[in-house]
């Protein structure tokens, strides 16, 4: 079992901060809305999975934020921080680790919100710091719209580049590309929304690299609470019609396939022995398949 370090637990920090503001943002606009909702936190501990030696020590746990409103159809906010073995079947395909060596620790922050308003996008967000021989940050951010304007999608895309060209001229380009190849459903030969950025194996081999990955996935955290909340104004008011109200169930539809069939983050925290209502959160509350 990997031990908790020094970064694992500054990345923690921010990551819990991080969730505050969002959800202090998203419950600012339901009130904006006259709603009076507000997140309930539930805090979970960590269980051994099938495959791991007996857990020693503390094995981590997380807190689930859940809020349901008038604005905010469901939106989850989960921060976790986890260690232990990963199972033999499974060690070998995680980076750094192998059936001789299957321990880690991980800390992440995982967004998922589905809107009440078919106008307004729905959203997912994720990052993360994982330690096994080797350690990394990954995360990312899409946009999901059952009924996509152009111009969100330019103004969201707008504040990832402007963060990833903080940081490397290059990050854009690679990012956005692996978020329409990650984000897609090949059953159906299309993409869940309209794309983002994705990444993964941002590798610290060092303390300068450690700072230098920690700052982007920072800048992609603060460029998630820049931008979205503004779409969530600018559409939350908007009339919509049964149709727009279904198609928007339908895309709700293909979300969850997706996530049930391809998200890396949903088989790592089953595999992991993650809290069930945090890991299935993302699923939508009400969705169609014609």
């Given at each position: ?182 984000f897609y459903i090949p059953h159906r ?102």
């Amino acid at each position: 079992m990997t031990d908790w370090t020094p970064y694992t637990e500054r990345a923690r920090q921010w990551f819990e901060h991080l969730r505050d503001l969002i959800c202090a943002e998203f419950e600012a606009i339901e009130r904006e809305a006259g709603s009076d909702a507000a997140f309930a936190y539930t805090p979970w501990s960590r269980q051994s999975v099938e495959g791991e030696g007996a857990p020693e020590g503390d094995t981590g746990g997380g807190t689930q934020g859940l809020m349901k409103g008038k604005v905010f159809e469901k939106v989850g906010v989960n921060v976790s921080t986890v260690r232990g073995d990963f199972s033999p079947q499974f060690a070998g395909s995680i980076n750094g680790a192998s059936a001789d060596n299957p321990g880690f620790s991980a800390t992440g922050i995982s967004l998922v919100a589905h809107m009440a308003n078919p106008h307004v996008p729905a959203v997912h967000m994720n990052t993360r710091f994982l330690t096994t021989t080797k350690a990394w940050f990954g995360g990312g951010a899409d946009l999901n719209p059952p009924l996509p304007y152009d111009e969100d999608t330019a103004e969201f895309h707008a504040e990832f580049k402007a963060a990833c060209d903080r940081h490397d001229p290059a990050y854009y380009a690679k990012h956005k590309a692996w978020a329409d190849e990650y984000f897609y459903i090949p059953h159906r030969k299309v993409h869940r929304g309209v794309g983002g950025i994705f990444y993964d194996h941002l590798e610290c081999s060092d303390e300068a690299a450690w700072e230098a990955n920690f700052a982007y996935t920072q800048d992609v955290g603060r460029a998630f609470l820049a931008v979205f909340p503004r779409l969530v104004r600018k559409r939350m008011g908007m009339d919509f019609t049964p149709a727009d109200k279904a198609q928007q169930l339908e895309w709700r539809g293909r979300y969850a396939e997706f996530n049930l069939v391809y998200d890396r983050g949903t088989l790592f925290g089953l595999k992991t022995g993650g809290n069930i209502d945090a890991i299935l959160m993302s699923l939508p509350p009400e969705a169609t398949w014609s």
